[in-house]
């Protein structure tokens, strides 16, 4: 028996079950085409939603940040790390999501570390989050001492049933993904706001697959179903439709003001770059211009999803531009995307444990740098392997 037997028949297992992950390596800036180990593709599955990680704008700006205030910010922001291009940023992001205040941090998957244990400190708390959160959000909870309460997915009537056992908790919160990221299906957030008011519980959304995406001008999820202000911890992410690294939360001041004492990522781990803000920056601007691009992303939705539709495959339940194309067994989303790939089209099979046994499937990601043409000709490629792996 040597140390490491566990590692080699871990590996052995994951490739047997058709769910060894070979990663891939893209060698051009993201946009509709790149270039993936060597072979041009069209770009299915990043969450460049706007086409922004490409944008010239946002490279000039960083590069501007990068002259001005120089590579790195050199300490942990509460010690000797605050540059004026985070206030900037925080700033910027608060007049953006129409919120009191901002804290900046360094990804989406840190704001919620930052957040659920500065929140809920006690045994005494309770949690309330949805079962298929995400695992940013499940292991924020780990990190938390409160009791976990887990309800069913979407299901106000479960998560009042588990806010009536925890009705003597001291701090109480509901955390749910606003969109969710393998399904595309979005949280009913009136509801739950609701059910916050009635046992006096706080509320926790993460956006990450909203901003940009849902809402007037992409302002996110909280927008789009009319509950602005009725969120006292929004979490986000500069990674996805904004098209750089980082991410957020905001909130009332006081709650921000508390992170910034509290939060652990914020008070021991350095933050975000000259160029992550500068480029962040110039992507909040463009979105505060013009809605062109939330538009466009929204019309090749449309357009890929009714078609697709169409053509008998089955897109689950999506009601966003994350469009799974469901297939079953992980073997055989694999073999999909092997052949998609070998004609040209890059969009990776996704499988346990990111989604149930049994339901593996290929993430089709819309973007608003995608033309019509190229979707008509996705359709064609879509269409011709599903007939020849017997999925339509
Ligand atoms: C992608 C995602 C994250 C992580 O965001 P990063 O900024 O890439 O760390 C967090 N939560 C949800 C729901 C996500 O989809």
Redesign the pocket.
């Known amino acids: 028996m040597g140390k490491f037997d566990f590692i080699t028949d871990e590996i052995a297992g994951l490739k047997e079950a058709g769910l060894y992950n070979r990663i891939r390596t893209i060698e051009t800036p993201q946009g509709a085409w790149i270039t993936v180990d060597g072979k041009k593709t069209l770009n299915m599955c990043s969450?460049n939603y706007l086409g922004l990680a490409g944008e010239k704008r946002l490279v000039d700006k960083a590069k501007e940040y990068m002259d001005l205030y120089g590579a790195g910010p050199g300490a942990v922001r509460s010690i000797a790390g605050t540059m004026s291009f985070h206030h900037e940023l925080e700033k910027k992001l608060a007049e953006f999501k129409e919120a009191e205040d901002v804290l900046s941090l360094q990804?989406?998957?840190?704001a919620?570390q930052a957040v659920i244990p500065s929140a809920l400190s006690s045994s005494e708390d309770a949690v309330f989050t949805d079962e298929l959160n995400?695992a940013?959000?499940i292991d924020g909870v780990r990190l938390s001492k409160a009791k976990r309460f887990i309800y069913a997915h979407n299901n106000p009537a479960d998560l009042e049933k588990k806010l009536k056992e925890a009705v003597n908790a001291r701090n109480k919160l509901i955390i749910t993904?606003g969109v969710f990221?393998m399904d595309g299906d979005i949280a009913p957030l009136k509801e739950i706001c609701d059910l916050a008011d009635k046992y006096g519980a706080m509320t926790m959304v993460?956006d990450?697959?909203g901003e940009g995406v849902l809402g007037p001008y992409g302002k996110g999820i909280a927008h789009h179903l009319g509950v602005h202000g009725r969120i006292d911890f929004e979490?986000g992410?500069?990674?996805?439709a904004f098209g750089i690294?980082?991410?957020f939360v905001a909130g009332k001041k006081e709650i921000i003001d508390f992170l910034r004492q509290k939060a652990r990522p914020f008070l021991f781990s350095s933050a975000v770059t000259p160029a992550d803000a500068g480029a962040s920056i110039a992507a909040v601007d463009i979105l505060s211009e013009s809605d062109e691009r939330v538009k466009k992303l929204w019309e090749n939705t449309n357009f890929f999803k009714e078609n697709m539709k169409k053509l008998g495959f089955d897109t689950g339940i999506s009601e966003t531009p994350i469009t799974p194309v469901m297939l079953g067994e992980a073997s055989k989303a694999q073999k999909f995307s092997a052949k998609l790939f070998e004609k040209g089209i890059f969009a990776m099979s996704i499988g346990f444990p990111t989604v149930p046994r049994g339901k593996a499937r290929i993430r089709v990601m819309l973007s608003a740098s995608h033309s019509i043409d190229d979707l008509k000709w996705a359709l064609e490629v879509f269409e011709e392997t599903g007939k020849e792996l017997e999925v339509i």
């Open positions: 969450n990804s989406g998957f840190v919620n995400h940013s959000i993904d990221s993460d990450a697959h979490i992410t500069l990674s996805k690294m980082g991410g």
